[in-house]
């Protein structure tokens, strides 16, 4: 196995439930073969830190080569909020994400990652903040971000991380959509056999998170609950 051990000062490290891939507890994957099961479970994000570089490291239930690439059926988003930076942002990456990130938890930057394109690295503004190195590693679930410190900061107390994790899709925006029921390239919005009120929204309208890391004491299930009104994603802080 790859030694995927993050260097460095270790700075956060929250872990997620296993199997809570269905976002707000109703969704399912399509239905391909090629989209196994637990590619959308995101288990444990690290950061860490040496004197140069910042390491963001997000852990995959089962991450399998998908369309001929290592990190080919994933989308990864990162919020960063630095609170020593006073620009800020709640948007999603994409509108058409129908979620937006909760203002206590505004970011000053935020990094992409998918396999058949650059990583993405931009300030509140939407402005370059440079380009990541990114390693995925399918064989230990990792997809590994490096950045250099002198442009990423200097993570601490009081730094927030939301993570969000979809289905990579192939048009522009690259978010893969969400069907009722499932298609073999589309999420489904409700699976076979549950009777929730999310049944009944319009699947362009779902946030499209399939997983992500809620803050001690949030329901990823209330969290992303479209029903409950606007979907705001909440952080986790070292």
Request: aromatic fraction near 8%; glycine fraction near 8%; charge should be negative.
């Amino acid at each position: 196995m790859t030694n995927v051990a993050l260097p460095g000062t270790p700075v956060l490290d929250a872990t997620g439930p296993t199997g809570d891939d269905n976002g707000p507890g109703t969704y399912a994957y399509p239905t391909d073969a090629v989209f196994v099961p637990g590619a959308f479970d995101l288990t444990d994000f690290k950061v860490s830190q040496t004197a140069t570089d910042v390491y963001l490291q997000a852990k995959i239930r089962n991450l399998v080569n998908t369309f001929g690439n290592a990190f080919g059926a994933q989308l990864l988003d990162v919020y960063v909020r630095d609170p020593a930076i006073s620009g800020t942002s709640t948007a999603a990456a994409y509108p058409l994400m129908n979620y937006s990130i909760a203002p206590a938890d505004a970011w000053t930057e935020r990094i992409e990652a998918q396999g058949f394109a650059t990583p993405i690295w931009v300030d509140s503004s939407d402005n370059s903040l440079g380009t990541p190195q990114f390693v995925p590693d399918d064989t230990s679930g990792t997809a590994t971000l490096i950045l250099p410190k002198s442009a990423f900061g200097t993570p601490g107390p009081n730094w927030v991380f939301t993570v969000a994790l979809t289905g990579q899709g192939s048009g522009q925006p690259p978010v893969r959509n969400f069907t009722q029921p499932a298609q073999p390239f589309s999420f489904d919005v409700c699976q076979s056999g549950i009777s929730s009120p999310i049944c009944a929204v319009n699947p362009n309208s779902v946030p499209t998170v399939t997983d992500t890391i809620t803050p001690p004491g949030v329901s990823q299930d209330t969290e992303l609950d479209p029903t409950r009104g606007a979907v705001k994603l909440q952080g986790v802080s070292p």
